[in-house]
T-cell receptor, first 115, second 115 residues
């Protein structure tokens, strides 16, 4: 978890409310990712960023938006939360695109419950 | 498309016995393969990776994994399990033939090591 923080760590909200999760890194890594973790599904990529203001969709992006105005911060927003978005959300970073020579490093996670 | 499967939801092993956690993958190009471990209430931690070279890869905490191209497998192994190895293990793959691909994670296998 070194160099990556997520806030809040736990949140309970109601259906239809907006929610923003924050990921902050001190490693100056170019790539940042948002995943959700659900039992039996492992981690699924929601969105990722390859630089300031540069983002792209992942496997399960519907209902989520992201923003990256600074290298160190990557925000995930649920515009109108639904119960299906109850999950544990992980932020990850890597110096380059995760793969051969670039490992991903993960934050501690945010547990979100939508009632 | 790339995919990864972890056929066992849980693996039980006695302390001191060897352990194996299975992973199979599907890619069209050369696979980049990874194992991560997740301890309770923590983010994922990198264990080891296979990119190219020797089929037997050694990683952190005494773990190793064997890449088998003909069986499209990358099983995680340890000669002598410890109770402290009890955790959730994730296999991940990226198709090295596609520069734009992200990592795809398996559903995870819970390892329980009994004293």
């Amino acid at each position: 978890d070194a160099g990556i923080t997520q806030s809040p760590r736990h949140k309970v909200t109601e259906t239809g409310t907006p929610v923003t999760l924050r990921c902050h890194q001190t490693e100056n890594h170019r790539y940042m990712y948002w995943y959700r973790q659900d039992p039996g599904h492992g981690l699924r990529l929601i969105h990722y960023s390859y630089g300031v203001k540069d983002t792209d969709k992942g496997e399960v992006s519907d209902g989520y938006s992201v923003s990256r105005s600074k290298t160190e911060d990557f925000l995930l927003t649920l515009e109108s939360a639904t119960s299906s978005q109850t999950s544990v959300y992980f932020c990850a970073i890597s110096p380059g695109l995760a793969g051969a020579n670039n490992e991903q490093f993960f934050g501690p996670g945010t547990r979100l419950t939508v009632l | 498309a790339q995919s990864v499967a972890q056929p066992e939801d849980q693996v039980n092993v006695a302390e001191g016995n060897p352990l194996t956690v299975k992973c199979t993958y599907s890619v069209s190009g050369n696979p980049y393969l990874f194992w991560y471990v997740q301890y309770p209430n923590r983010g994922l931690q990198f264990l080891l990776k296979y990119i190219t070279g020797d089929n037997l890869v050694k990683g952190s905490y005494g773990f190793e994994a064997e890449f088998n191209k003909s069986q499209t497998s990358f099983h995680l192994k340890k000669p002598s399990a410890l109770v402290s190895d009890s955790a959730l293990y994730f296999c991940a793959v990226r198709d090295g033939g596609n520069a734009g691909n992200m990592l795809t994670f398996g559903g995870g296998t819970r390892l329980m090591v009994k004293p």
